[in-house]
């Protein structure tokens, strides 16, 4: 005999034991996303079948799979162990960018690591990784900042001694890269992020510059253009109130360059200078939208894509919750959990957004084991942060798609980290432009390449 | 059961290297096959 929850869980939404299905309006006049939150599971129905999903064969349809969906979404949210690394080689900065996570003082007078104490770190990082990573499977070290060519003769010792081991990326301001900088990176295959603001210099130097108020406009475009063909550059706009009106031009700028992987991030308001420099949600949201039907027109025109990485790991997050690269929309965030930072200190922290924090250090690579700083207090604040402890995102039909980002910047914007993100609205829109996007058939054209390849179908509706 | 809703579309994917090399953070993007330029 079936019990009742047997008998009864698939024959409606919403009510006794049926799922739990939200409906949202992604803006389409035909269209409707059907939603259950917490297994992430969707489905575009046509407005004059919405009666018939909610009652009829989708329920039965995602009764049939929801454990599966459920399985998986745990596994992504509380099953991983760190693949990854930020790692800042040097506390000092030649810039003094306005919306920098850093305090100034760090960034002015602070410590540099010599080739010594790097290998000694890349090597203890070495050993932990190789206890929680499937053999073969190199991990990912970030070299971050503050600006990390400022350690130039240790960072490129540890790539040259370990470039076998782990796959090396750096994010840099780009002013320190000479020729022969740029070619070491490409030739040990190192993963370059590079950050330019604005399409024209008196907009990008308004954010960033030196600590004397220069802007480098000319310079970043120039190393831009020597990189462009190599498959391993991105480009990161920081949009503020400064250049949120631009970034449509900007896609024009990145496109004409022929760079293939940008960012458009909006600015963290983890300081007080991010705060100052956000841009309204509404505006961010309306200029951001336009970028992104900016970079599908010229895909259409020109047959050449060019991603916006962030947008495109949402998609990715919707269309394949575990496909996605970046782990910021999602809750817990990958903080501590897929990846933790160190400071040039040696300190370790879930993320480099709470370098500047103290209270956030959970320990010492040279000092302590790193499992016992992954699961210190200050850790296990960010790695439990959980959108179904947050108010309004435990309601939230999107809350696996977006994540309520970043603890660090709603901490210091909510003094707490059980608060939503200042960019809720932002996200929002997002998560309904990728349900439009999804509607159209145009998932290729946001996607990275290769996604396909990375992942694999396990349901579709037919 | 037979699917009477016919414009639907739902489907999903999943990750064939979960954990080995994901999991990075917003501001920092490795382009896809970094390795791919040695």
């Excluded at chain 2, 739902?10 to 896809?32: F, K, V």
Aim: charged letters at 25%; a negative charge.
């Amino acid at each position: 005999m079936k019990n009742a929850q047997q008998e009864q869980q698939s024959r409606y939404a919403n009510t006794g034991f049926g799922p739990n299905f939200s409906v949202l309006d992604i803006g389409m006049p035909d269209t409707v996303a059907v939603i259950e939150p917490d297994s992430a599971y969707w489905a575009l129905v046509s407005k004059d079948e919405l009666g018939e999903a909610l009652s009829g064969s989708l329920p039965v349809d995602f009764a049939e799979r929801s454990e599966d969906f459920k399985k998986e979404m745990d596994a992504l949210r509380f099953g991983l162990t760190p693949s990854a690394a930020y790692f800042n080689p040097t506390e000092r900065c030649n810039l003094n960018c306005g919306y920098c996570y850093l305090p100034e003082e760090m960034r002015r007078d602070g410590i540099t690591m010599t080739p010594e104490q790097l290998c000694d770190a890349l090597e203890r990082l070495l050993a932990y990784f190789k206890t929680v990573l499937p053999e073969g499977a190199k991990p990912q070290l970030i070299f971050h900042g503050s600006e990390p060519m400022v350690a130039r003769e240790a960072m490129f010792a540890g790539i040259e001694k370990y470039s076998d081991r782990f796959h090396f990326g750096v994010q840099t301001n780009a002013t320190l890269l000479d020729d022969e900088a740029i070619a070491f990176l490409t030739s040990h295959g190192v993963g370059i992020g590079l950050s330019l603001d604005a399409p024209k210099a008196e907009i990008a130097n308004i954010t960033r510059k030196n600590w004397n108020g220069t802007g480098y406009f000319d310079q970043v475009v120039a190393v831009i253009k020597k990189l462009v063909h190599y498959p391993a550059l991105n480009v990161i706009t920081t949009v503020t109130s400064a250049n949120v009106g631009h970034i449509t031009e900007m896609v024009d700028f990145y496109h004409e360059l022929g760079v293939k992987v940008i960012m458009l991030n909006p600015v963290r308001c983890t300081r007080k200078g991010g705060q100052e420099l956000k841009p309204d949600n509404d505006v961010m949201t309306e200029n951001f939208i336009k970028a992104l039907d900016r970079t599908h027109e010229l895909y259409e025109k020109t047959g050449r894509k060019m991603v916006v990485a962030n947008f495109a790991n949402i998609l990715a997050g919707v269309i394949a919750p575990t496909g996605r690269r970046l782990m910021c929309d999602i809750s817990p965030c990958g903080g501590g959990r897929c990846f933790f930072a160190v400071a040039a200190t040696g300190d370790l922290f879930p993320c480099s957004e709470f370098i500047g924090f103290p209270e956030y250090n959970g320990g010492n690579l040279f000092k302590d084991e790193i499992p016992k700083a992954l699961t210190s207090a200050p850790f296990k604040e960010i790695t439990g942060r959980k959108a179904e402890d947050i108010v309004p995102c435990a309601n939230c039909a999107i809350r696996h798609f977006c994540g309520a980002p970043c603890p660090a910047e709603v901490k210091e914007v909510s003094g707490t980290v059980n608060a939503p993100s200042p960019f809720c609205q932002f996200y929002e829109e997002q998560a309904r432009y990728a349900f439009r996007v999804i509607a159209q058939g145009r998932e290729d054209a946001y996607l990275w390449d290769g996604f396909d390849d990375e992942t694999e179908e396990t349901y579709r509706w037919a | 059961m037979k699917k009477s809703a016919k414009k639907v579309i739902s489907y999903r994917r999943r990750c064939l290297q979960l954990g080995q090399n994901t999991g990075l953070s917003h501001y920092i993007l490795l382009a896809p096959k970094a390795d791919s330029s040695k």
